[in-house]
């Protein structure tokens, strides 16, 4: 089991920056793949960014692309979302996630959220125009 911890939402004004964190316990060992999501009201859930565990490459969603930094420090199971010139439309709660399969490698399973085995809570995100 995977245990995953966000924080660092809040309210910002249009333009403004967040840095969200998800630390991760448990059997974190076995995370090959680490994605944040999120979900606007009355929407469903979408893929946000995705960083591989190790070797450390990122993906975007063409919509953060610019403007949003996934990272992760493998050594205090953390992964963190630098939001940058933040847009209204970004308003949503976000949500981290775990994959744990070592056969998904392609950006086709870092993108789809069923792939994912573990989230966490969500951490709520509101941006003012």
């Known amino acids: 089991q995977v245990q995953l911890q966000e924080s660092g939402g809040g309210l910002v004004q249009a333009g403004g920056s967040l840095r969200l964190s998800c630390a991760a316990s448990?059997?974190?060992?076995?995370?090959?793949?680490l994605g944040w999501f999120r979900q606007p009201p009355g929407k469903e859930r979408e893929f946000v960014a995705a960083i591989r565990v190790s070797g450390g490459s990122t993906y975007y969603a063409d919509s953060v692309k610019g403007r949003f930094t996934i990272s992760r420090d493998n050594a205090n199971n953390t992964v963190y979302l630098q939001m940058n010139n933040l847009k209204p439309e970004d308003t949503a709660d976000y949500y981290c996630a775990a994959d744990t399969d070592p056969y998904h490698s392609s950006f086709y399973y870092y993108r789809s959220r069923g792939e994912y085995d573990y989230w966490g809570q969500g951490t709520q995100v509101t941006v003012s125009s």
């Open positions: 448990g059997r974190t060992f076995g995370s090959r793949t």
